[in-house]
């Protein structure tokens, strides 16, 4: 039976500082680079998201190797460039699209065949931005055809022939796509000659980051980056990493600090990527108060400790490259939006309505069902926010989309009665603990089955 939440009308600040889950994106990107190095690895700060989980299943299923004390320490023995063994069934990808994509990278440049599939939802997902850049250089690699031209999964590997390498690639983009750059990166581990990639925008860089620390030929200039393979199979060197917080996990954390008056929320050993903090410029942007305390680095990726008090929301105009770096923010930015005073119009977010559904139409049911003023447009929404009110109690479900449960969850905080979030088991994919974390810190909210 799926999972309910009941969330209470918060009417005393939020307080406290709290850890957030591990970092997915980095953590996906170290595990397949741990199980290509000549190892050892120790991956400290692992999250058991499912997410990630699943991405851990697939390399142990590659032949990989790992031991999991289930305390938070991951330890991997990689095998190379060369090690990977043929799997004995398909590989699950689960609801990971980064799983997914990041893997195919990999995939395309074995001797073996394999396959590559997921969760019903993931399967609807388009592939073509990667299939095509790396059929290209020499992968073959299938998927389910489209009318439109649009390749979904399940893929399947073909294999090379004994001998080959993929070939060297120039690629440009149609649009930033940190997937498909860190697949092509990782093919490019593979390949006989360089691999450029070129992006009209700079999208999130933690592959290109990880490779660097580890030694790398990886160059960045702008929006360009270039890979040359290493010669040698064993050239990458065992690591240790201790993972960044979830910067996109702790944006709901300091929203919810935002929305509830005279409340001070402060996060943990967050990742502070600068492609990754938009959501900390849109907050200060919309009035809050933020406060950032950077502490150390880990394999070139920076964290620190972020604080949130609650101040005078103003709406504003997002778009353009800072949308983007936000978009996985967009609904924890539509909840400070539904508390600011005035209109928020989001623009360039297009990509929320592709896959696997339409999540800016989701989004606008959710606040129009807590009372808020809310309009969907081709490529975003607009938000007429009103802080003078309580939002209208409601029930609504997250369709099981996390990042949609969690924002519900928040709406329901600033409500004037009960409110119900059904299917909230997806919460899980990225944090775990949220209702506990959001409990530590005051909030009312019960578990119902």
């Known amino acids: 039976?799926?999972?309910?939440?009941?969330?209470?009308?918060?009417?005393?600040?939020?307080?406290?500082?709290?850890?957030?889950?591990?970092?997915?994106?980095?953590?996906?990107?170290?595990?397949?680079?741990?199980?290509?190095?000549?190892?050892?690895?120790?991956?400290?700060?692992?999250?058991?998201?499912?997410?990630?989980?699943?991405?851990?299943?697939?390399?142990?299923?590659?032949?990989?190797?790992?031991?999991?004390?289930?305390?938070?320490?991951?330890?991997?023995?990689?095998?190379?460039?060369?090690?990977?063994?043929?799997?004995?069934?398909?590989?699950?990808?689960?609801?990971?699209?980064?799983?997914?994509?990041?893997?195919?990278?990999?995939?395309?440049?074995?001797?073996?065949?394999?396959?590559?599939?997921?969760?019903?939802?993931?399967?609807?997902?388009?592939?073509?931005?990667?299939?095509?850049?790396?059929?290209?250089?020499?992968?073959?690699?299938?998927g389910r055809l489209q009318q439109s031209g649009e390749i979904l999964p399940p893929l399947s590997f073909e294999g090379l022939p004994a001998g080959e390498r993929l070939a060297p690639l120039e690629y440009a983009l149609a649009g930033p796509n940190d997937h498909a750059k860190g697949a092509l990166l990782l093919s490019g581990l593979f390949a006989s000659g360089p691999t450029t990639i070129v992006e009209p925008v700079l999208s999130r860089d933690h592959t290109e980051r990880l490779l660097d620390a580890l030694g790398m030929p990886v160059r960045a200039a702008g929006s360009m980056i270039s890979l040359h393979p290493p010669q040698n199979p064993l050239a990458i060197r065992g690591f240790e990493l201790d993972v960044p917080g979830d910067i996109s996990a702790a944006a709901f954390l300091l929203v919810a600090a935002q929305i509830v008056p005279a409340s001070n929320v402060s996060t943990r050993r967050t990742g502070l990527n600068p492609t990754r903090s938009a959501v900390l410029e849109v907050i200060r942007l919309c009035g809050g108060s933020m406060g950032i305390s950077p502490s150390g680095s880990s394999l070139g990726e920076p964290f620190g400790d972020v604080s949130s008090r609650g101040g005078r929301l103003r709406g504003i105009g997002l778009g353009g490259e800072l949308a983007h770096r936000a978009l996985d923010e967009i609904p924890a930015l539509c909840v400070l939006a539904a508390r600011a005073r005035g209109r928020t119009e989001i623009s360039d977010c297009s990509e929320l309505r592709e896959d696997p559904f339409d999540r800016i139409g989701a989004l606008v049911e959710i606040l129009c069902a807590f009372g808020v003023a809310a309009e969907a447009r081709p490529d975003g929404l607009v938000i007429e926010g009103d802080p003078d009110r309580p939002l209208r109690a409601a029930q609504v479900s997250s369709r099981g989309d996390h990042r949609l449960a969690m924002a519900a969850v928040l709406l329901g905080l600033a409500a004037d009665g009960e409110s119900i979030v059904d299917d909230a088991d997806c919460v899980v994919v990225s944090f775990p603990r949220y209702v506990g974390t959001l409990r530590a810190l005051g909030a009312k909210i019960e578990v119902m089955r």
Not at 49 to 57: I, P
Not at 63 to 91: F, S, W
């Open 1 to 142: 039976m799926a999972q309910a939440l009941r969330v209470l009308p918060q009417t005393t600040p939020l307080s406290g500082s709290v850890p957030v889950p591990s970092d997915r994106s980095i953590t996906h990107r170290a595990l397949i680079l741990a199980a290509l190095s000549n190892g050892p690895c120790e991956i400290r700060g692992f999250g058991y998201g499912s997410d990630v989980q699943h991405t851990l299943g697939a390399l142990g299923a590659l032949g990989v190797r790992y031991d999991d004390d289930q305390k938070g320490t991951l330890r991997l023995r990689g095998v190379g460039l060369n090690g990977l063994k043929a799997p004995a069934a398909r590989l699950d990808a689960g609801h990971s699209a980064t799983c997914l994509r990041l893997l195919s990278g990999v995939l395309a440049a074995q001797p073996f065949a394999s396959e590559l599939g997921g969760a019903p939802a993931l399967e609807r997902r388009p592939m073509a931005s990667i299939v095509a850049p790396l059929n290209r250089r020499g992968a073959k690699i299938r």
